[in-house]
Each structure stands twice: as structure tokens, then as C-alpha cells.
């Protein structure tokens, strides 16, 4: 097999995602602790059945398109999808008691609409982080509400809807996610990793985003300790160099006709709109309709 001598390892972050270890790792081989495959995966792990599964689609939507709209990093587009679904979860769950509580702290009456509580956790959590996107989200809300009757359940569910959001993003407050820190590349050496084109530029140098995402806490599991990787391979062994090889030629940008549509989105860190729509649909089938909606995985935008 042919081989190239390993170069200075350049990304596009500070930090390499591997889907497979539930972890990222910085640049050194230093494994480090992961939030951002917790936060993808919240919504597989939680879910409940009684709020109308269109309006947890249209609110899940919702909130793709409002963190793409806000011009938010894959990361935080991530834990922003995460948070929303979380409240969806919890406030729905509230109310049809159907699966463990993540905050169990809610009450809910009985009787409330589980639908009304959905929409508004949903749109709660939005208009919190998102004020500039405020009259588009109060204007879904109105629509969605429209839908359900006037009356007391439908109050109550708003209400949960409501307390639910704000314990949710109280709870998030202090999660790592802020303030941001960069990477600052070191020498040009081979292991260092170094910025790239298009990296921001901060006090006139280019770095590496969300360097703070190592430290994030995780929302399903504990700690990410367990899932850490071992240190990469030896930059002379041949496993670096097969590694190394494969990323230069299915991850260069001129390599459109060697990859796929699947690769290009792992290494491009989004998922192509088909891949977005193949997460939902399940949730529309007649026999899961009303109980796998709000189980939905958030995608990753």
C-alpha cells in the first residue's frame, strides 16, 4: 500500500469528534470529556406518548431551522436541539407520568393538555435563547396553540410548558458551554494541530472554536469518563499513515468523487437535509404515531 509521510495534522477544530467512542479528544493524544454526543443522543433516551406527534415534529423543526436562522456552530445548535427536546420531554411527561422524569420537580394538574405543554416548552426554550427570532416564534406559537380548544387544560399545559422550560434552562445555566475559549495553534511541528483557512481570527490569530466543549456536562449519562479514547497512534507507526492518508483523500475538498454523501457530512460536521428528514418519519406511522414522536433523536443540524 502506498503511504505519505505524516504532515502537521491540520482541522478545522481544536477538537476531533469520534462517533464511535463517545468522546472528542484534543490534539497530544489528552483524551477529554464529552457533552456533545450526550447532548445528540438525549432525546433517543427520553421520551413520552400523549402530545400530538405533528406538533413535536413541527416544534423540533422549529428549532433546527431558528439555531440555523441565529447562525449557531454545530455545536451549539446541538445543545440548544438538545435543551428543546428535554423540555418537550419533561413537560409532556409530567403530565402522562409514562416514563421516569429527568427533573421530576414539575407537578402537573389533571387534566392538562399535554399538546399545549409541549408547544410551549418548546417555544419557551426558543425565545429565551433566540430574541432576535422572537416575532417568528410568537407567531408558531399562536398557529400550533390555534389548534387545540380554549379551556383549562389547555391553560395548564401552558403553564407546565412554561415551568418546565425554565427549569430546564436553569438547569443548564453553568453546563461548560460558555464562555467560549479557542485553541491556539502551536508550532508547525507533526502532531500540532494548526488552524485552517477558515477559522476565526482572534487578537490576529486564527484558532480553533469551541475549545470549551471538552468540559461540557454531559445531558444522558454521569460523566463521560468512561468513554474516553486511548492516545492516537505513533505519527511513524503505519496505522497513523493509512489514517492519515484516508482523511487527505476522502476529506479534501476536491474529493467529491471519492466519498459519499455520508462522508461528506461526517467530515463537514452536518447532516445533508435527506439525512435530517430520515429521523422524523418514523414518528408518522400510524402505529407509532402518538408514541414515538417525542422519543425522536435531535438531529444534528
Same mark, same amino acid.
Given at each position: 500500500?502506498?503511504?505519505?509521510?505524516?504532515?502537521?495534522?491540520?482541522?478545522?477544530?481544536?477538537?476531533?469528534?469520534?462517533?464511535?467512542?463517545?468522546?472528542?479528544?484534543?490534539?497530544?493524544?489528552?483524551?477529554?470529556?464529552?457533552?456533545?454526543?450526550?447532548?445528540?443522543?438525549?432525546?433517543?433516551?427520553?421520551?413520552?406518548?400523549?402530545?400530538?406527534?405533528?406538533?413535536?415534529?413541527?416544534?423540533?423543526?422549529?428549532?433546527?431551522?431558528?439555531?440555523?436562522?441565529?447562525?449557531?456552530?454545530?455545536?451549539?445548535? @446541538?445543545?440548544?436541539? #438538545?435543551?428543546?427536546?428535554? &423540555?418537550?420531554? +419533561? =413537560?409532556?411527561?409530567?403530565?402522562?407520568?409514562? !416514563?421516569? %422524569?429527568?427533573?421530576?420537580?414539575?407537578? @402537573?394538574?389533571?387534566? #392538562?393538555?399535554?399538546?399545549? &405543554?409541549?408547544? +410551549? =416548552?418548546?417555544?419557551?426554550?426558543?425565545?429565551? !435563547?433566540? %430574541?432576535?427570532?422572537?416575532?417568528?416564534?410568537?407567531?408558531?406559537?399562536?398557529?400550533?396553540?390555534?389548534?387545540?380548544?380554549?379551556?383549562?387544560?389547555?391553560?395548564?399545559?401552558?403553564?407546565?410548558?412554561?415551568?418546565?422550560?425554565?427549569?430546564?434552562?436553569?438547569?443548564?445555566?453553568?453546563?461548560?458551554?460558555?464562555?467560549?475559549?479557542?485553541?491556539?495553534?502551536?508550532?508547525?511541528?507533526?502532531?500540532?494541530?494548526?488552524?485552517?483557512?477558515?477559522?476565526?481570527?482572534?487578537?490576529?490569530?486564527?484558532?480553533?472554536?469551541?475549545?470549551?466543549?471538552?468540559?461540557?456536562?454531559?445531558?444522558?449519562?454521569?460523566?463521560?469518563?468512561?468513554?474516553?479514547?486511548?492516545?492516537?497512534?505513533?505519527?511513524?507507526?503505519?496505522?497513523?499513515?493509512?489514517?492519515?492518508?484516508?482523511?487527505?483523500?476522502?476529506?479534501?475538498?476536491?474529493?467529491?468523487?471519492?466519498?459519499?454523501?455520508?462522508?461528506?457530512?461526517?467530515?463537514?460536521?452536518?447532516?445533508?437535509?435527506?439525512?435530517?428528514?430520515?429521523?422524523?418519519?418514523?414518528?408518522?406511522?400510524?402505529?407509532?404515531?402518538?408514541?414515538?414522536?417525542?422519543?425522536?433523536?435531535?438531529?444534528?443540524?
Amino acid at each position: 500500500m502506498d503511504t505519505q509521510v505524516p504532515k502537521p495534522r491540520r482541522c478545522r477544530s481544536s477538537i476531533q469528534l469520534a462517533l464511535g467512542g463517545l468522546t472528542m479528544k484534543k490534539m497530544y493524544g489528552k483524551p477529554v470529556n464529552l457533552g456533545l454526543l450526550s447532548v445528540l443522543m438525549v432525546s433517543v433516551c427520553f421520551g413520552s406518548a400523549a402530545a400530538r406527534a405533528d406538533a413535536v415534529l413541527d416544534w423540533n423543526i422549529i428549532a433546527v431551522n431558528t439555531a440555523v436562522a441565529n447562525h449557531q456552530n454545530p455545536f451549539a445548535q @446541538a445543545r440548544y436541539a #438538545a435543551i428543546v427536546q428535554l &423540555a418537550v420531554f +419533561e =413537560a409532556v411527561n409530567s403530565i402522562t407520568g409514562e !416514563y421516569k %422524569p429527568y427533573l421530576g420537580t414539575i407537578t @402537573a394538574p389533571p387534566g #392538562a393538555s399535554a399538546e399545549a &405543554a409541549a408547544i +410551549e =416548552a418548546a417555544y419557551h426554550v426558543l425565545s429565551t !435563547y433566540f %430574541p432576535a427570532s422572537s416575532s417568528a416564534l410568537l407567531a408558531a406559537r399562536t398557529n400550533s396553540l390555534a389548534q387545540i380548544p380554549d379551556g383549562q387544560a389547555k391553560s395548564d399545559g401552558i403553564a407546565i410548558g412554561d415551568a418546565v422550560a425554565s427549569a430546564v434552562i436553569a438547569l443548564r445555566v453553568n453546563d461548560g458551554s460558555s464562555p467560549p475559549q479557542f485553541k491556539v495553534p502551536g508550532p508547525a511541528v507533526p502532531g500540532e494541530w494548526q488552524a485552517t483557512p477558515s477559522c476565526p481570527v482572534v487578537n490576529g490569530v486564527a484558532v480553533g472554536i469551541a475549545f470549551q466543549w471538552q468540559n461540557i456536562t454531559p445531558f444522558g449519562i454521569p460523566s463521560a469518563s468512561d468513554f474516553l479514547l486511548g492516545p492516537p497512534q505513533a505519527l511513524t507507526s503505519n496505522e497513523y499513515a493509512k489514517a492519515y492518508n484516508e482523511v487527505m483523500t476522502v476529506g479534501a475538498s476536491t474529493a467529491l468523487s471519492d466519498r459519499k454523501i455520508v462522508q461528506t457530512s461526517l467530515y463537514s460536521m452536518r447532516l445533508p437535509p435527506q439525512l435530517k428528514c430520515s429521523i422524523r418519519p418514523p414518528s408518522k406511522s400510524p402505529r407509532n404515531r402518538y408514541t414515538r414522536s417525542p422519543k425522536m433523536p435531535v438531529p444534528w443540524p
